[in-house]
């Protein structure tokens, strides 16, 4: 079974900039595309960015206005998304999750998801 474990989240205030980190372990060959999303409460969810893990095709969603990052490290079998120019809208759980299916790439229904990690913009 692939798990995705996310780390880096916390308090920060506008303007500020963080990077979120997604470990992955347990089966990630079978894994092709991974990505990013977040649900604020009451919201649904948004996808946010994925890549395929070989870093040949990546795509962030329009609504990020280039605020926004998407990479990886192989070597150490991990993703992140760094955030700049933080905004309080942006308060959500941040999730990555993983998929066997390129057409992921931009988004929908993931096969395999992590505990999502808290990030909050005070203003």
């Known amino acids: 079974q692939v798990q995705l474990v996310e780390s880096g ?11 979120l980190s ?9 894994i092709y595309v991974m990505g990013w999303f977040r649900q604020a409460p ?9 890549m395929t893990l070989n ?3 990546t795509y962030h969603a329009d609504s990020m206005q280039g ?5 990886r490290d192989n070597a150490k079998n991990t ?3 760094q955030m700049n120019s933080l905004k309080p809208e942006d308060t959500a759980v941040y999730y990555c999750a993983a998929d066997r299916r390129i057409s992921r790439l931009r ?6 998801w992590g505990q999502g990690t808290q990030v909050t913009v005070s203003s």
Do not use: M, P
């Open 9 to 19: 989240g916390g308090l920060v205030q506008a303007g500020d900039s963080l990077r």
């Open 22 to 30: 997604c470990a992955v372990s347990g089966g990630s060959f079978s």
């Open 42 to 50: 009451g919201k649904e969810r948004e996808f946010l960015a994925g």
């Open 55 to 57: 870093g040949r095709s």
């Open 67 to 71: 605020r926004f990052t998407i990479s």
């Open 79 to 81: 993703l992140y998304l």
């Open 107 to 112: 988004g929908g229904s993931y096969d395999y």
